[in-house]
């Protein structure tokens, strides 16, 4: 197994991360760390582990290649059959590679993607009461058929903790990967939802961190920001905007990907209700929250 981890100036939670890694009481893993030219300690960090753990492998970028290039160089250079994406700044409980191995050997090979529901943490690793993306984890594509499995993944993804799950190595090289967009996350698991189904454990063994420095948060407070992130210092940037850019890449990822045609046009006559479906949920579902709070209010 392999896991990738992705990393730019992450010399406050990197130690957390790789070491809730190394203590996990599945063991049979490499890791490899893929440094997007950080300014910070994170090189002299990633060599201390990489010297004392041969599991470990480090390769640092010559100039930063933005989130998306710099995520899938981790898996270019895994050699698992499974693969891993841990981000710098979470953390995993010790029982959480053996959890997901267990379920994607149970489940056959139709199943294409294990994962853990959550728990978020602050920058200082503990928990946050109430939990703000406690109804984060919905996301469970479990259908026989393609196109049921796309209309799942548009209604319930939302965090895409799925993204940090454990994966069939051979499914992935079938997908384009991190795209360099916006919720390029959400059109990987489109794809991946296409090739076979989800595994969802109902154990909050991944630790997802909320901080300031995070890539949707204060750090990068717009979309642009985000796209930025996403893609580097590259010039391509969208003529776009990031919602119609994600529809088209919705669409892309069904037009080229590796199934039957008949396949590809059912999940693409779906796309669209979908969305709006899910358009209209999130707009009722600020509506009420809003007449809720007007009421309450003295």
Not at 138 to 144: H, V
Not at 250 to 268: G, I, M
Not at 273 to 296: D, F
């Amino acid at each position: 197994m392999s896991i990738g981890i992705p990393v730019y100036n992450g010399e406050k939670y990197l130690r957390v991360a790789l070491d809730s890694l190394l203590a996990q009481t599945f063991e049979d893993f490499e890791i490899i760390i893929s440094d997007n030219a950080s300014t910070d300690k994170t090189q002299g960090i990633c060599e201390e582990y990489a010297a004392k753990d041969i599991r470990i492998r480090y390769e640092r970028q010559a100039t930063n290649q933005g989130a998306a290039a710099n995520y899938n160089r981790t898996f270019e250079l895994a050699r698992g059959e499974l693969f891993k994406w841990a981000a710098h700044d979470d953390a995993c409980l010790p029982t959480f590679l053996e959890k997901c191995v267990d379920a994607l050997d149970k489940a056959g090979k139709y199943t294409v993607l294990a994962y853990t529901t959550a728990t978020t943490i602050d920058s200082d690793g503990e928990a946050i009461i109430p939990d703000p993306y406690a109804n984060g984890d919905t996301l469970r594509p479990s259908s026989k058929f393609a196109a049921a499995r796309v209309v799942h993944t548009l209604r319930y993804i939302s965090l895409a903790n799925a993204t940090f799950g454990v994966i069939r190595s051979e499914h992935l090289r079938r997908t384009r990967l991190i795209g360099p967009f916006v919720a390029s996350d959400y059109v990987l698991m489109i794809e991946l939802a296409m090739l076979g189904r989800f595994s969802r454990l109902d154990e909050r063994l991944l630790l997802r961190r909320k901080h300031s420095e995070g890539s949707r948060h204060e750090a990068n407070p717009t979309l642009a920001d985000v796209e930025k992130w996403f893609r580097g210092n590259s010039d391509r940037k969208s003529v776009l905007s990031p919602r119609l850019k994600l529809m088209l890449e919705y669409y892309r990822s069904v037009f080229v990907a590796d199934v039957p045609t008949t396949t590809k046009l059912a999940c693409a006559s779906v796309i669209l209700p979908a969305m709006a479906e899910r358009k209209l949920r999130v707009a009722a579902g600020k509506w009420r929250r809003q007449i809720r709070r007007s009421t309450l209010a003295p």
